[in-house]
């Protein structure tokens, strides 16, 4: 169906570790796959995206990786800032409409 | 650009009320989305409109819900009459075309006593 799986739900680091989130879709249709992401009190915003015909998009230390085979897709954030702390959104743009994960509240501890 | 403009930015009501919630979307862009925001539903789209016209509604909860588009430029969302339930953040994004880059509006908080 439309659902979008994405874990972890909450994720805790230091300061300087590296985060993965990772969601899961069905629709095989699928070929636009963004992340959001929501500070607190503020309007969820696009960081990233990638299409279906790459694998792998960079972004200064933010990354998000593709397995099309697998159905899912990863938000990669490297050396982790205060700043980072937020509530992160996977998006499935299948069915023609946009359906939004159930959101990862990432916590980096300075 | 001011972006999307949303209005009120916080409403505090009364139940039985009716509740109108008004969205501008950034000039140029042909699509508009109304979503709910809830701890406990998280980021739900309600409907969505393109040149104007409703293409999904299904995500309207019930008949108390009404979505408008008069034009280009405005759109509002209406509950009536207003139950405690439907507390929560709407916001209002639009994009274009449909599946790129949505833009959200500040949302409106609405409290519903």
């Known amino acids: 169906g439309e659902n979008v799986e994405q874990h972890p739900s909450t994720l805790s680091v230091q300061e300087g570790d590296s985060a993965v989130i990772k969601c899961t879709y069905s629709d095989s249709a699928s070929n636009y796959f963004p992340w959001y992401k929501q500070e607190l009190g503020k309007r969820p915003q696009l960081i990233i995206d990638i299409r279906s015909n790459v694998g792998e998009k960079k972004d200064q230390r933010i990354a998000v990786t593709l397995n099309k085979t697998a159905k899912h897709f990863s938000l990669h954030i490297t050396e982790t800032q205060p700043e980072d702390s937020a509530v992160y959104f996977c998006?499935?743009?299948?069915?023609?409409?946009?359906?939004f994960g159930t959101g990862t509240r990432l916590l980096v501890s300075p | 650009d001011a972006g999307v403009i949303q209005s009120p930015r916080h409403e505090v009501t009364e139940m039985g009320q009716e509740v109108t919630l008004r969205c501008k979307p950034i000039s140029g862009h042909d699509y508009l989305f109304w979503y709910r925001q809830t701890m406990m539903r998280g980021l739900e789209l309600l409907i969505y409109f393109n040149n104007n016209v409703p293409i999904d509604d299904s995500g309207m909860p019930e008949d108390r819900f009404s979505a408008k588009m008069p034009n280009a430029s405005f759109s509002t969302l209406k509950i009536q009459p207003s139950e405690p339930r439907d507390s929560a953040v709407y916001f209002c994004a639009s994009s274009h075309p449909q599946l790129e880059t949505q833009y959200f509006g500040p949302g409106t908080r609405l409290l519903v006593l």
């Open positions: 998006v499935n743009t299948g069915f023609q409409k946009l359906v």
